[in-house]
């Protein structure tokens, strides 16, 4: 039908351009952020890269989500503007006769929604996670660049190395600084090397002194020697550590009752259900005034974006502490918001239908 062919033509011309450059902006706050940790030393140089991609693709649902609202919003916002809606209720077409293009539409992209928030979410939230544990696990003279000072992960050493092998094993002109209370000692070394001790790592220094000062007696102390050992790891990867819920698969999630995990389900099919209600709010907050500058219906539509999110992140944290279900979380608030939609969409045609049966009224008298 004509009708429908060109809705989801429209539709998807916008949903395309939208999300360009939604993900653009996304993509770029991400890299930016991404880059400071790599600069504070959380994550490793070379997995910035990596680790962009797996926080673009887990937040690839919510990037999608917003792309068709807003799509939905601009589309028929503009052939309000351009007086098309007019000619389409003036040929018996309601507003709710709209609803059947945008859900064909927007299909695919609800579909992609779902298999992002409860199968790529939990596992990009996995790998990220031991991105970096295995990151933060390596021993400290592991993390330091040559030529570069760099802080402990407990922030109680300051390291400063040149290796000699690109293992990170052995290295030469070692400087330490240790800072413990009120005790600051200096270590400087021609050369070391790392050495595994049961679970800890041990990093051994030959031909080197140590210079250690006491703030509160004001006792100083220098000696030299051949051989020194300073502890340098004090955990290893293959420590195995509970994964978070996140990162936990949704069926293990289902069999899991422990309110955390509920928790983290709430989210996942709130963010699938919230994405099909966005779709019927879009529908009816798309009407506006062609008369009217601006365009006050796409500020009020993200408004309302940001709204419900939120209340989607604020019903985890509620299943999570335990003061509401998740059933209730699900009926009461997405339940809501689809009955208010759908009170929206109701308003908006038989308002429409009204005003024009009176002002034809008033034509004909």
């Known amino acids: 039908m004509l009708f429908d062919s060109t809705v989801r033509k429209d539709l998807a011309r916008t949903f395309a351009a939208t999300l360009v450059v939604i993900l653009t ?7 930016i952020r991404t880059l400071g940790l790599a600069a504070g030393g959380a994550v490793a140089p070379q997995d910035v890269v990596l680790l962009l991609g797996y926080t673009a693709l887990g937040h690839l649902s919510t990037m999608l989500s917003l792309s068709m609202f807003v799509a939905v919003v601009v589309t028929l916002g503009r052939m309000y503007r351009d007086s098309e809606m007019v000619i389409w209720f003036s040929s018996g077409v309601g507003l709710s006769r709209f609803v059947r293009p945008v859900l064909w539409t927007s299909l695919p992209v609800l579909l992609v929604v779902a298999a992002a928030m409860l199968v790529i979410w939990p596992w990009v939230n996995r790998q990220s996670t031991e991105l970096r544990d295995r990151y933060a696990q390596r021993s400290d003279l592991s993390r330091v660049t040559p030529g570069v000072f760099q802080t402990s992960a407990d922030g109680q050493r300051v390291f400063f190395v040149e290796r000699e092998s690109p293992d990170g094993i052995n290295a030469r002109n070692v400087f ?4 413990q209370h009120d005790v600051e000692s200096v270590t400087s070394a021609r050369s070391g090397r790392l050495e595994p001790d049961g679970e800890d790592r041990f990093l051994v220094l030959e031909r080197g002194q140590r210079n250690e000062s006491n703030a509160a007696t004001g ?24 994964q978070p819920p996140k990162a936990m698969p949704t069926l293990d999630l289902v069999r899991d009752a422990s309110r955390a995990s509920q928790g983290e389900l709430a989210w996942r099919f709130g963010l699938v259900l919230a994405s099909g209600n966005l779709l019927l709010m879009g529908v009816g907050l798309a009407a506006t005034n062609p ?3 601006g365009n006050w219906n796409l500020i009020f539509a993200l408004l309302g974006f940001i ?3 939120n209340l989607v992140s604020l019903s985890q944290n509620w299943v ?11 009926a009461g608030l997405h339940g809501g918001v689809f009955l208010m939609s759908l009170a929206l969409l109701w ?10 049966g009176g002002q034809q009224r008033a034509g004909a008298a």
């Open 25 to 31: 902006i996304v993509i770029t706050m991400f890299l």
């Open 176 to 179: 330490i600084l240790t800072r």
């Open 219 to 242: 006792e100083n102390s220098l000696s030299r020697f051949d051989r020194y050992r300073v502890l340098a790891d004090e955990a290893q990867i293959n420590r195995a550590a509970a």
């Open 291 to 293: 008369r009217r500058p």
């Open 307 to 309: 709204v419900y999110f």
């Open 320 to 330: 999570a502490v335990g003061r509401v279900t998740m059933g209730a979380t699900l």
């Open 347 to 356: 308003w908006r045609e038989h308002g429409t239908t009204l005003k024009l």
